[in-house]
């Protein structure tokens, strides 16, 4: 025990001889282990978010704004991101200031990605995560995108859909060979259903994901707004 306060008390004169108080210390070894935790290319996996294009464009509507996405061609579900991980949290921003994105690079994700802000952002936010050039990041989103099949059912549906979310997850398994039931995740904003987010390792293959998984939508039913042109 005395060793113990020993130790304890020289740890404070330490802390003291550095000009530190235990506030201090406390927030310069988060400041470290933030970080270190913030590394580019230092992730567990990847997520494919695919957000339902209707629903975004129906809530955004409802908030008496606008988004070139919803201006276009009638979109079903679009690429949101492609997000590193860790197996609990996430980093995010991780070269501030952000490597210059080429416009040739934005333009050339217009077609996954339909809205110039959204690729901008998703560069800044978690393509600096990667650890992967600009170019090479936004190539493997294209990658993850083509590794994902959607279910016939949501390609352009027409009407309204109403669904659980087990019934989203269940019709991304069946048409995905080697997707599991934890590896994919279905989120709802209000009554309707916002993205189904997949889970894949560095090198794109289908892997569970347990929290990830627990934010799942637990609403009973969503709506499915059809695409633009539907009723």
């Not at 550095?18 to 230092?42: D, I």
């Not at 996405?69 to 991101?81: A, E, I």
Request: net charge positive; glycine share 6%; hydrophobic share 35%.
């Amino acid at each position: 025990m005395t060793g113990i306060v020993f130790r304890t008390v020289a740890l404070a004169v330490l802390m003291i001889a550095a000009g530190l108080g235990a506030p201090q210390a406390q927030e310069q070894q988060n400041t470290q282990h933030n970080q270190q935790r913030h590394q580019p290319g230092k992730f567990d996996f990847y997520v494919l978010a695919l957000s339902w294009s209707p629903s975004f464009c129906k809530d955004t509507e409802e908030r008496g704004r606008e988004n070139e996405q919803c201006r276009g061609r009638p979109y079903s579900f679009v690429v949101h991101g492609l997000w590193p991980q860790y197996e609990r949290g996430f980093p995010r921003d991780c070269q501030v200031p952000a490597p210059r994105l080429n416009r040739n690079t934005m333009t050339g994700m217009l077609d996954l990605m339909p809205a110039p802000r959204l690729i901008f952002h998703e560069w800044d936010q978690h393509g600096t995560c990667s650890g992967l050039q600009a170019q090479a990041y936004f190539d493997l989103v294209r990658k993850a995108r083509e590794t994902v099949k959607i279910p016939d059912s949501y390609i352009a549906p027409q009407a309204t859909l109403m669904v659980t979310p087990d019934e989203v997850e269940d019709a991304f398994v069946k048409s995905n060979p080697g997707l599991s039931r934890g590896a994919v995740s279905v989120t709802c904003g209000s009554t309707r259903l916002s993205e189904v987010r997949i889970c894949l390792s560095k090198d794109l293959k289908f892997r569970d994901c347990a929290e990830i998984d627990r934010r799942a939508c637990r609403r009973d039913k969503l709506v499915m707004p059809p695409v633009r042109g539907g009723v």
